[in-house]
């Protein structure tokens, strides 16, 4: 008998000896400064690698659709501000066109603009406020900086015109809630060249800078054919080299009176997203400029002449019974809350039905029959409110995010029996394992910040 020992495999011997790997599991959120408090991330980890990662949300339902359907037509809009809290002009309009839809209504041209002109500056801050953040969360603050200046400026525009900075409540069924204000176009003008000039300055800072750029060139990608698979729609999908624009698709209001181009990227990273972005604020202003410029009716019409009275004068005159102010050589000096809503310049803004608009602040302070139509449309219950006629409709706009359609049911009451609201953000967030895995657990930040995500928007 041979005292040799047998030869071991040395593969096999190493194999045995070496321990096995080990998975992890991780909560990333939602108490995490990354995930704003209301997603959770559970990924499963080799070290650093990403594995698999299931995404928990729901932390933020609002309800939306049901206290739409408690209320009136027109108090749904301040919930609407909330969906996409971060451009709610959006929200507003495309709202309020899936009900005008239904009803039939055609809104007056001007007021088509100004929703066109606020739902592409809302755009901007959304673009903005996104590509700012994901810098940030990288460790570029000057970008951050420079970007959340630019969308300061905006803001201060945005608060001319509606009174609000974030939850504007600006639209309405059949047009809009005022006027622009005097010389809004010379601060569109004015302020515009600093966006551009902020974009300059992030662009010589970021776009082509190493550490930026590893961290989000070929991170987070998804194919062109997953995308289109998982409903994406906006940057997102444009970055995957997609050319869908609801703008361009199914113009609505006058944006097929509009030139502007539809960026896209090729890989459909995180990269790619960033660049998309970044251009679709450029054509942004180039539709801003447009409206400007096509306004109907001009700004001059803005400057109203005459006597000017207080409202407490008109309600004194009436309370005395003498005879109703002759408001053609007189302007009422509304507050400015109720600013744009003067008699002069309600017909560019609301249509002209008044079972569906409020009338002039003037003519509701001084006579009896304009206070009971103004009632009559505010009032809930039977027989008061707007009427929208039996039917469903839905109607798509495009949200800073992609694709935000309303689709709404009425039973031929005052406020919607069914409403329902796409927003995109749920599309992406179904999606987010596939760009999440295989990749590190730093990356999922960028990746994140990349989507956009609005709790508001998310959570319905």
């Known amino acids: 008998m041979s005292n040799q020992q047998p030869e071991m495999n040395t593969e096999a011997a190493t194999a045995t000896s070496m321990p096995p790997r080990h998975r992890t599991f991780l909560n990333l959120g939602p108490a995490h400064p990354a995930m704003h408090g209301i997603v959770r991330m559970v990924l499963e980890i080799e070290g650093e690698k990403i594995i698999q990662c299931k995404v928990e949300i729901g ?11 408690c209320g009136t037509w027109t108090q749904a809009f301040p919930y609407t501000d909330r969906l996409n809290y971060v451009s709610p002009f959006i929200n507003n309009f495309g709202y309020a066109a899936a009900v005008e839809k239904l009803a039939g209504i055609q809104i007056p041209e001007r007021a088509e603009y100004i929703r066109v002109l ?3 500056v809302s755009r901007i801050t959304d673009h903005l406020t ?3 953040a994901v810098a940030m969360e990288l460790g570029a603050m000057t970008p951050f900086l420079y970007f959340m200046e630019a969308r300061e400026r905006l803001y201060h525009l945005i608060e001319e015109v509606s009174g609000a900075r974030i939850t504007v409540s600006y639209g309405r069924i059949g047009g809009v809630k005022a006027d622009l204000p005097v010389n809004f176009d010379t601060r569109c003008r004015e302020t515009f060249p600093h966006v551009r000039k902020a974009m300059a300055d992030v662009h010589k800072l970021i776009t082509k800078n190493r550490i930026f750029v590893d961290r989000l060139r070929n991170v987070g990608g998804i194919s062109r054919d997953d ?5 994406f729609s906006g940057p997102l999908l444009r970055a995957c080299g997609v050319e869908y624009d609801v703008r361009k698709a199914f113009p609505y209001h006058v944006y097929d009176r509009m030139k502007f181009e539809i960026p896209l990227g090729h890989k459909g990273d995180t990269y790619d997203r960033y660049l998309v972005r970044m251009e679709e604020i450029e054509q942004s202003l180039r ?13 001059e019409r803005q400057d109203l002449e005459g006597v000017r009275i207080s409202p407490a004068e008109v309600l004194a005159s009436t309370q005395l019974g003498e005879p109703v102010p002759d408001y053609e050589n007189k302007v009422v000096d509304l507050p400015p809350t109720l600013k744009g809503m003067e008699r002069q310049r309600h017909d560019g803004i609301m249509v002209d ?9 003037e003519e509701t302070y001084s006579n009896i029959e304009s206070l009971i139509n103004h009632f009559k449309i505010i009032m809930e219950g039977p027989g008061h409110g707007i009427q929208v006629p039996k039917g469903e409709a839905y109607m798509a706009v495009e949200g800073g995010n992609g694709e935000l359609g309303f689709y709404v049911v009425s039973e031929g009451g005052s406020g919607p029996y069914r409403l329902r609201c796409r927003g995109p953000c ?10 999440a895995k295989g990749h590190s657990v730093g990356d999922v930040v960028p990746i994140f910040g990349s989507v956009n995500m609005i709790g508001g928007e998310l959570d319905r």
């Open 426 to 435: 749920f599309f992406f967030l179904s999606a987010f394992h596939k760009m």
């Open 130 to 132: 996104c590509v700012g």
């Open 59 to 69: 932390y933020l339902h609002r309800a939306f659709e049901k206290h739409c359907e």
């Open 227 to 231: 995308a289109i698979s998982y409903g």
């Open 353 to 361: 039905d008044p079972g569906i608009t409020l009338p002039p602040k």
């Open 287 to 299: 539709i801003c400029e447009q409206c400007l410029e096509q306004m109907p009716g001009g700004f």
């Open 118 to 120: 606020m739902s592409e």
